[in-house]
Protein backbone atom coordinates (compact mmCIF):
# COMPACT_ATOMS: atom_id res chain seq x y z
CA UNK A 1 0.00 0.00 0.00
CA UNK A 2 2.77 2.16 1.06
CA UNK A 3 4.57 1.60 -2.49
CA UNK A 4 1.13 2.56 -4.19
CA UNK A 5 0.97 5.62 -2.42
CA UNK A 6 4.81 6.64 -3.17
CA UNK A 7 4.37 5.75 -6.81
CA UNK A 8 0.45 7.98 -7.01
CA UNK A 9 2.30 10.98 -5.58
CA UNK A 10 5.66 10.58 -7.75
CA UNK A 11 2.85 10.63 -10.74
CA UNK A 12 1.10 13.39 -9.82
CA UNK A 13 4.41 15.47 -9.34
CA UNK A 14 5.53 14.37 -12.40
CA UNK A 15 2.35 15.43 -13.90
CA UNK A 16 2.46 18.79 -12.18
CA UNK A 17 6.19 19.34 -13.17
CA UNK A 18 4.91 18.54 -16.74
CA UNK A 19 2.13 20.82 -17.02
CA UNK A 20 4.50 23.28 -15.73
CA UNK A 21 7.17 23.18 -18.14
CA UNK A 22 4.83 22.69 -20.75
CA UNK A 23 3.62 26.39 -19.64
CA UNK A 24 7.05 27.96 -20.07
CA UNK A 25 6.81 27.43 -23.72
CA UNK A 26 3.03 28.89 -24.52
CA UNK A 27 3.54 31.12 -27.41
CA UNK A 28 3.63 35.07 -25.94
CA UNK A 29 1.47 37.37 -27.24
CA UNK A 30 2.79 40.75 -28.62
CA UNK A 31 1.15 43.68 -26.42
CA UNK A 32 0.33 46.46 -28.05
CA UNK A 33 3.66 48.81 -26.72
CA UNK A 34 5.49 46.40 -28.58
CA UNK A 35 3.53 46.76 -31.81
CA UNK A 36 4.10 50.77 -31.73
CA UNK A 37 7.71 49.93 -31.39
CA UNK A 38 7.88 47.79 -33.69
CA UNK A 39 6.19 50.48 -36.29
CA UNK A 40 8.54 53.09 -35.83
CA UNK A 41 11.93 53.32 -36.40
CA UNK A 42 14.87 53.34 -33.58
CA UNK A 43 15.58 56.99 -32.34
CA UNK A 44 19.26 58.21 -33.37
CA UNK A 45 21.86 56.69 -30.96
CA UNK A 46 22.97 59.75 -27.98
CA UNK A 47 26.09 61.03 -28.57
CA UNK A 48 27.25 61.52 -25.26
CA UNK A 49 27.19 58.16 -25.03
CA UNK A 50 30.02 57.43 -27.05
CA UNK A 51 33.77 57.56 -26.02
CA UNK A 52 34.68 59.53 -29.06
CA UNK A 53 31.75 62.36 -28.12
CA UNK A 54 34.72 64.79 -27.20
CA UNK A 55 33.60 64.96 -23.11
CA UNK A 56 35.45 61.61 -22.21
CA UNK A 57 39.01 61.82 -21.09
CA UNK A 58 40.54 58.44 -21.56
CA UNK A 59 42.02 55.75 -19.97
CA UNK A 60 39.03 54.13 -18.74
CA UNK A 61 39.13 53.57 -14.50
CA UNK A 62 36.46 52.61 -12.11
CA UNK A 63 35.10 53.76 -9.02
CA UNK A 64 32.94 51.86 -6.82
CA UNK A 65 30.23 50.58 -8.83
CA UNK A 66 30.73 52.54 -12.14
CA UNK A 67 33.18 52.62 -14.88
CA UNK A 68 34.59 56.32 -15.00
CA UNK A 69 37.03 58.13 -17.10
CA UNK A 70 39.94 59.97 -15.92
CA UNK A 71 37.67 63.07 -14.58
CA UNK A 72 34.88 60.69 -12.92
CA UNK A 73 32.63 61.11 -15.69
CA UNK A 74 30.29 57.63 -15.83
CA UNK A 75 31.19 55.34 -19.21
CA UNK A 76 27.63 52.92 -18.89
CA UNK A 77 29.10 49.60 -20.71
CA UNK A 78 26.16 49.26 -23.41
CA UNK A 79 26.96 46.16 -25.37
CA UNK A 80 26.26 43.56 -27.57
CA UNK A 81 28.33 40.23 -28.36
CA UNK A 82 29.78 40.02 -31.98
CA UNK A 83 30.80 36.56 -32.19
CA UNK A 84 32.27 34.39 -34.84
CA UNK A 85 35.80 34.47 -34.08
CA UNK A 86 35.24 32.01 -31.19
CA UNK A 87 33.58 29.66 -33.88
CA UNK A 88 34.55 26.56 -36.17
CA UNK A 89 35.22 29.14 -39.18
CA UNK A 90 37.44 31.50 -36.80
CA UNK A 91 35.84 34.81 -38.50
CA UNK A 92 33.24 37.65 -36.84
CA UNK A 93 30.11 36.73 -38.17
CA UNK A 94 28.74 38.90 -41.46
CA UNK A 95 31.65 39.74 -42.93
CA UNK A 96 30.66 37.68 -45.73
CA UNK A 97 27.40 40.09 -46.56
CA UNK A 98 28.59 43.63 -45.19
CA UNK A 99 31.78 45.31 -45.21
CA UNK A 100 33.25 45.69 -41.50
CA UNK A 101 32.70 48.95 -41.53
CA UNK A 102 28.70 49.04 -42.26
CA UNK A 103 28.02 46.55 -39.70
CA UNK A 104 30.40 48.43 -36.91
CA UNK A 105 27.77 51.49 -38.38
CA UNK A 106 24.76 49.00 -37.97
CA UNK A 107 25.77 48.66 -34.07
CA UNK A 108 26.46 52.47 -33.10
CA UNK A 109 22.93 52.99 -34.96
CA UNK A 110 21.43 50.57 -32.73
CA UNK A 111 22.43 52.37 -29.84
CA UNK A 112 25.50 50.29 -28.56
CA UNK A 113 28.53 52.31 -27.28
CA UNK A 114 30.53 48.94 -27.01
CA UNK A 115 31.11 45.39 -28.51
CA UNK A 116 32.34 42.62 -26.94
CA UNK A 117 34.38 40.18 -29.21
CA UNK A 118 34.88 36.84 -28.65
CA UNK A 119 38.08 34.59 -29.66
CA UNK A 120 39.18 30.92 -29.23
CA UNK A 121 42.51 29.68 -28.29
CA UNK A 122 42.43 27.28 -31.53
CA UNK A 123 42.53 30.51 -33.62
CA UNK A 124 45.59 32.07 -31.89
CA UNK A 125 47.21 28.74 -31.88
CA UNK A 126 46.36 27.65 -35.46
CA UNK A 127 45.86 31.45 -37.25
CA UNK A 128 44.71 29.81 -40.70
CA UNK A 129 44.29 32.04 -43.70
CA UNK A 130 40.62 32.18 -43.72
CA UNK A 131 38.44 30.47 -46.63
CA UNK A 132 37.70 33.93 -49.02
CA UNK A 133 33.86 33.26 -49.01
CA UNK A 134 33.63 33.72 -45.63
CA UNK A 135 35.04 37.77 -46.27
CA UNK A 136 33.82 38.23 -49.44
CA UNK A 137 32.22 41.28 -48.65
CA UNK A 138 35.64 42.82 -47.42
CA UNK A 139 38.13 41.90 -50.25
CA UNK A 140 41.01 43.45 -48.89
CA UNK A 141 41.00 40.58 -46.26
CA UNK A 142 40.90 37.88 -48.55
CA UNK A 143 43.82 36.02 -48.34
CA UNK A 144 44.55 37.38 -44.66
CA UNK A 145 44.97 34.66 -41.35
CA UNK A 146 42.20 34.56 -38.70
CA UNK A 147 44.23 37.16 -36.57
CA UNK A 148 44.23 39.63 -38.93
CA UNK A 149 40.66 39.64 -39.76
CA UNK A 150 39.77 39.68 -35.91
CA UNK A 151 42.00 42.59 -35.84
CA UNK A 152 40.15 43.95 -38.71
CA UNK A 153 37.17 43.55 -37.62
CA UNK A 154 38.35 45.41 -34.11
CA UNK A 155 39.46 48.68 -35.83
CA UNK A 156 36.63 49.21 -37.30
CA UNK A 157 34.75 48.79 -34.21
CA UNK A 158 37.00 51.44 -32.98
CA UNK A 159 37.27 53.63 -36.17
CA UNK A 160 33.40 54.12 -35.35
CA UNK A 161 33.49 55.63 -32.02
CA UNK A 162 32.87 51.62 -30.32
CA UNK A 163 34.48 50.73 -27.26
CA UNK A 164 36.01 47.14 -27.90
CA UNK A 165 36.28 44.42 -24.78
CA UNK A 166 37.95 41.48 -25.71
CA UNK A 167 36.51 37.79 -24.71
CA UNK A 168 38.26 34.66 -24.20
CA UNK A 169 35.35 32.54 -24.97
CA UNK A 170 36.70 29.10 -25.78
CA UNK A 171 39.73 26.54 -26.11
CA UNK A 172 38.16 24.62 -28.68
CA UNK A 173 36.72 26.69 -31.44
CA UNK A 174 33.11 25.56 -31.20
CA UNK A 175 29.66 26.91 -30.28
CA UNK A 176 29.96 27.62 -26.23
CA UNK A 177 29.16 26.09 -24.03
CA UNK A 178 28.60 22.11 -23.87
CA UNK A 179 28.99 19.68 -20.91
CA UNK A 180 32.95 19.37 -22.15
CA UNK A 181 35.30 19.59 -19.79
CA UNK A 182 37.60 20.07 -22.06
CA UNK A 183 36.25 23.64 -22.35
CA UNK A 184 34.73 24.43 -18.85
CA UNK A 185 37.87 26.35 -17.78
CA UNK A 186 41.21 28.46 -18.92
CA UNK A 187 43.41 25.41 -18.38
CA UNK A 188 42.93 21.70 -19.87
CA UNK A 189 46.30 20.31 -19.30
CA UNK A 190 45.10 17.96 -16.40
CA UNK A 191 42.93 16.48 -18.25
CA UNK A 192 44.32 12.89 -20.27
CA UNK A 193 45.77 13.85 -23.55
CA UNK A 194 43.20 11.82 -25.70
CA UNK A 195 40.19 13.35 -24.03
CA UNK A 196 41.01 16.94 -25.69
CA UNK A 197 41.09 17.81 -28.99
CA UNK A 198 42.73 21.04 -28.28
CA UNK A 199 45.01 21.64 -24.66
CA UNK A 200 46.48 23.98 -23.28
CA UNK A 201 48.27 25.18 -19.79
CA UNK A 202 47.04 28.48 -17.73
CA UNK A 203 50.76 29.74 -19.36
CA UNK A 204 49.57 29.01 -22.88
CA UNK A 205 46.23 30.85 -22.30
CA UNK A 206 47.78 33.12 -20.91
CA UNK A 207 50.43 33.25 -23.85
CA UNK A 208 47.21 33.64 -26.29
CA UNK A 209 46.24 36.82 -24.40
CA UNK A 210 49.38 38.70 -24.70
CA UNK A 211 49.68 37.71 -28.40
CA UNK A 212 45.64 38.81 -29.28
CA UNK A 213 46.12 42.23 -26.87
CA UNK A 214 49.79 43.22 -28.23
CA UNK A 215 47.67 43.72 -31.79
CA UNK A 216 45.99 46.77 -29.73
CA UNK A 217 48.23 48.45 -27.67
CA UNK A 218 48.32 51.56 -29.52
CA UNK A 219 44.22 51.60 -29.56
CA UNK A 220 42.86 53.66 -26.40
CA UNK A 221 39.05 52.42 -27.71
CA UNK A 222 40.13 48.57 -26.89
CA UNK A 223 39.23 49.24 -23.24
CA UNK A 224 39.63 46.13 -21.78
CA UNK A 225 39.85 42.01 -21.78
CA UNK A 226 36.80 39.53 -20.48
CA UNK A 227 39.37 36.92 -19.11
CA UNK A 228 37.28 33.69 -19.81
CA UNK A 229 33.76 32.87 -20.48
CA UNK A 230 31.29 31.04 -18.52
CA UNK A 231 34.13 28.65 -16.27
CA UNK A 232 32.38 26.25 -14.08
CA UNK A 233 34.77 23.37 -14.09
CA UNK A 234 33.64 19.92 -13.80
CA UNK A 235 30.01 19.78 -14.12
CA UNK A 236 29.73 23.16 -12.26
CA UNK A 237 32.62 22.23 -9.70
CA UNK A 238 34.61 24.99 -9.88
CA UNK A 239 35.78 26.39 -6.66
CA UNK A 240 36.19 30.55 -7.17
CA UNK A 241 39.36 31.20 -5.08
CA UNK A 242 41.18 28.68 -7.65
CA UNK A 243 39.67 31.36 -10.71
CA UNK A 244 40.00 34.07 -8.90
CA UNK A 245 43.91 33.19 -8.67
CA UNK A 246 44.01 32.62 -12.22
CA UNK A 247 42.36 35.72 -13.12
CA UNK A 248 44.85 37.68 -11.05
CA UNK A 249 47.71 36.07 -13.16
CA UNK A 250 46.67 37.06 -16.34
CA UNK A 251 45.27 39.78 -15.23
CA UNK A 252 48.83 40.95 -14.24
CA UNK A 253 50.33 40.50 -17.11
CA UNK A 254 48.65 42.19 -19.38
CA UNK A 255 48.87 45.33 -17.35
CA UNK A 256 52.25 44.73 -17.52
CA UNK A 257 51.64 45.43 -21.32
CA UNK A 258 49.07 48.05 -20.67
CA UNK A 259 48.36 49.53 -17.46
CA UNK A 260 45.22 51.10 -18.84
CA UNK A 261 42.93 48.17 -19.97
CA UNK A 262 40.11 47.32 -17.63
CA UNK A 263 40.23 43.07 -16.85
CA UNK A 264 36.91 41.78 -16.39
CA UNK A 265 36.39 38.93 -14.38
CA UNK A 266 33.34 36.70 -14.79
CA UNK A 267 31.29 34.21 -12.38
CA UNK A 268 31.97 30.81 -11.51
CA UNK A 269 28.75 28.23 -12.58
CA UNK A 270 28.39 29.17 -16.11
CA UNK A 271 29.24 33.09 -15.19
CA UNK A 272 26.05 33.72 -13.13
CA UNK A 273 27.85 33.02 -9.56
CA UNK A 274 29.89 36.03 -8.21
CA UNK A 275 29.04 35.35 -4.43
CA UNK A 276 32.83 34.16 -3.73
CA UNK A 277 34.33 37.18 -4.58
CA UNK A 278 32.54 38.85 -1.29
CA UNK A 279 35.50 37.32 1.12
CA UNK A 280 37.90 36.35 -1.86
CA UNK A 281 37.51 39.46 -4.05
CA UNK A 282 40.29 39.80 -6.69
CA UNK A 283 43.56 42.02 -6.39
CA UNK A 284 45.22 43.24 -9.05
CA UNK A 285 48.50 44.82 -9.09
CA UNK A 286 46.96 48.53 -10.67
CA UNK A 287 44.28 50.05 -8.84
CA UNK A 288 40.72 50.56 -10.40
CA UNK A 289 40.77 48.25 -13.16
CA UNK A 290 38.95 45.84 -12.23
CA UNK A 291 35.52 44.84 -13.22
CA UNK A 292 33.39 41.93 -12.77
CA UNK A 293 31.01 40.12 -15.15
CA UNK A 294 27.34 37.91 -14.75
CA UNK A 295 25.66 36.46 -17.32
CA UNK A 296 21.87 35.95 -16.83
CA UNK A 297 19.54 33.41 -19.22
CA UNK A 298 16.36 31.96 -18.58
CA UNK A 299 17.85 28.67 -17.78
CA UNK A 300 20.31 30.42 -15.09
CA UNK A 301 19.22 29.03 -11.45
CA UNK A 302 18.80 25.30 -12.62
CA UNK A 303 19.67 23.28 -9.57
CA UNK A 304 18.37 25.53 -7.03
CA UNK A 305 15.33 24.99 -4.98
CA UNK A 306 13.46 27.95 -6.21
CA UNK A 307 14.47 26.41 -10.35
CA UNK A 308 15.37 28.54 -13.45
CA UNK A 309 14.73 32.22 -13.88
CA UNK A 310 11.89 31.41 -16.74
CA UNK A 311 9.61 30.08 -13.63
CA UNK A 312 10.50 33.02 -11.03
CA UNK A 313 8.41 35.60 -9.90
CA UNK A 314 9.98 39.20 -9.52
CA UNK A 315 11.56 39.22 -5.60
CA UNK A 316 12.64 35.57 -5.75
CA UNK A 317 14.73 36.64 -9.02
CA UNK A 318 15.84 39.90 -7.46
CA UNK A 319 16.81 37.87 -4.70
CA UNK A 320 18.94 35.70 -6.83
CA UNK A 321 20.82 38.48 -8.14
CA UNK A 322 21.66 40.12 -5.38
CA UNK A 323 22.87 36.93 -3.65
CA UNK A 324 25.30 36.03 -6.89
CA UNK A 325 26.50 39.45 -8.08
CA UNK A 326 24.46 42.57 -7.81
CA UNK A 327 25.67 43.12 -4.03
CA UNK A 328 28.60 44.16 -5.28
CA UNK A 329 26.55 47.32 -7.60
CA UNK A 330 24.35 47.96 -5.12
CA UNK A 331 26.59 48.08 -2.11
CA UNK A 332 29.05 50.64 -4.48
CA UNK A 333 32.01 47.78 -3.92
CA UNK A 334 32.71 47.27 -7.73
CA UNK A 335 31.39 47.55 -11.37
CA UNK A 336 29.73 44.10 -12.81
CA UNK A 337 28.90 44.37 -16.40
CA UNK A 338 26.05 41.73 -17.06
CA UNK A 339 28.02 40.63 -20.19
CA UNK A 340 25.60 38.02 -21.26
CA UNK A 341 21.58 37.89 -21.49
CA UNK A 342 19.31 37.75 -24.57
CA UNK A 343 16.14 35.97 -25.80
CA UNK A 344 14.61 34.79 -29.13
CA UNK A 345 12.63 36.96 -31.10
CA UNK A 346 9.66 34.48 -30.88
CA UNK A 347 9.29 33.84 -27.35
CA UNK A 348 7.12 31.38 -24.70
CA UNK A 349 6.00 32.67 -21.63
CA UNK A 350 8.87 31.26 -19.79
CA UNK A 351 10.90 33.58 -21.75
CA UNK A 352 9.21 36.27 -21.20
CA UNK A 353 8.75 36.16 -17.99
CA UNK A 354 12.67 35.88 -17.49
CA UNK A 355 13.24 38.99 -19.43
CA UNK A 356 10.61 40.95 -17.70
CA UNK A 357 11.87 40.80 -14.55
CA UNK A 358 15.88 40.86 -16.02
CA UNK A 359 15.06 44.17 -17.38
CA UNK A 360 13.04 45.53 -14.98
CA UNK A 361 15.57 44.51 -12.49
CA UNK A 362 18.82 46.14 -14.97
CA UNK A 363 16.98 49.56 -15.13
CA UNK A 364 15.86 49.57 -11.73
CA UNK A 365 20.09 49.48 -10.92
CA UNK A 366 21.57 51.05 -14.28
CA UNK A 367 23.12 48.15 -15.21
CA UNK A 368 26.46 47.78 -17.63
CA UNK A 369 25.07 45.03 -19.99
CA UNK A 370 26.06 43.47 -22.98
CA UNK A 371 23.21 41.51 -25.07
CA UNK A 372 24.18 38.01 -26.50
CA UNK A 373 24.01 38.28 -29.71
CA UNK A 374 23.89 40.86 -32.95
CA UNK A 375 24.61 37.96 -35.47
CA UNK A 376 21.37 36.56 -37.43
CA UNK A 377 23.28 33.18 -38.51
CA UNK A 378 25.51 31.03 -36.52
CA UNK A 379 28.84 30.49 -38.23
CA UNK A 380 29.16 26.68 -38.98
CA UNK A 381 25.84 25.47 -40.62
CA UNK A 382 24.20 29.31 -41.02
CA UNK A 383 21.79 27.91 -38.55
CA UNK A 384 19.38 30.95 -37.87
CA UNK A 385 20.25 32.97 -34.67
CA UNK A 386 16.92 33.50 -32.63
CA UNK A 387 17.94 36.16 -30.35
CA UNK A 388 19.48 38.36 -33.15
CA UNK A 389 19.14 42.04 -33.31
CA UNK A 390 19.59 42.29 -37.00
CA UNK A 391 17.99 40.61 -40.04
CA UNK A 392 20.14 38.47 -42.50
CA UNK A 393 21.47 41.87 -44.37
CA UNK A 394 23.38 42.52 -40.99
CA UNK A 395 21.98 46.32 -41.36
CA UNK A 396 17.80 46.25 -40.52
CA UNK A 397 17.14 45.91 -37.28
CA UNK A 398 14.66 43.55 -35.41
CA UNK A 399 12.15 45.67 -33.83
CA UNK A 400 10.60 43.97 -31.22
CA UNK A 401 10.48 43.59 -27.25
CA UNK A 402 14.36 43.61 -26.74
CA UNK A 403 15.14 46.26 -28.81
CA UNK A 404 12.70 48.22 -27.00
CA UNK A 405 13.43 47.69 -23.12
CA UNK A 406 17.16 47.88 -24.29
CA UNK A 407 16.62 51.11 -25.89
CA UNK A 408 15.09 52.40 -23.04
CA UNK A 409 17.74 51.23 -20.88
CA UNK A 410 20.59 52.90 -23.20
CA UNK A 411 19.02 56.01 -22.57
CA UNK A 412 18.01 56.11 -19.09
CA UNK A 413 19.86 58.53 -16.95
CA UNK A 414 20.62 58.14 -13.46
CA UNK A 415 18.80 60.11 -10.99
CA UNK A 416 19.71 58.53 -7.91
CA UNK A 417 22.35 55.76 -6.52
CA UNK A 418 19.94 54.38 -4.47
CA UNK A 419 18.90 51.06 -5.95
CA UNK A 420 15.06 50.43 -7.00
Sequence with gaps: MLLLLLAFLMGLAFVQFYRSEKSLSIPWTWAPDDRLFSQRPLPPPLTDTFLDNGTYVLPLKTRGRDVVD?????????????YGASDELFVP????????????QTIRALGFNSVRMPYADEM???????????????PDLVGKRALDVFQASVEALTKAGIAVIVNNHITSATWCCG??????GWRNDYLPKAMCRVRQSEEEWIEH?????????????????????????MWGTMPWGKWATAAEKAGNRLLKMNKDWLIIVGGTE??????????RPVVLDVEDRLVYSAHVYSWSGWGSLEGRYSKRNYPSFVKSMRNNWAYLVEQDIAPVWVGEFGAPDKPGQGDVNYWTNLLRYLKSIDADFGYWALNPRKPKDNEV?????VKDDWITPVLDYRMRDMTELIRQRRTSSECL
Excluded at 93 to 102: E, K
Excluded at 179 to 184: I, N, S, W
Aim: aromatic share 6%.
Design 93 to 104: GGLDIQHRDVIA
Design 209 to 233: WEIVMERFLANPLVIGADLRNEVRG
Design 70 to 82: QNGKRFRLSSVNW
Design 124 to 138: VMLNPEVMPHLVSAN
Design 179 to 184: ADPCDA
Design 270 to 279: SGNYLTGARK
Design 385 to 389: ESYSL
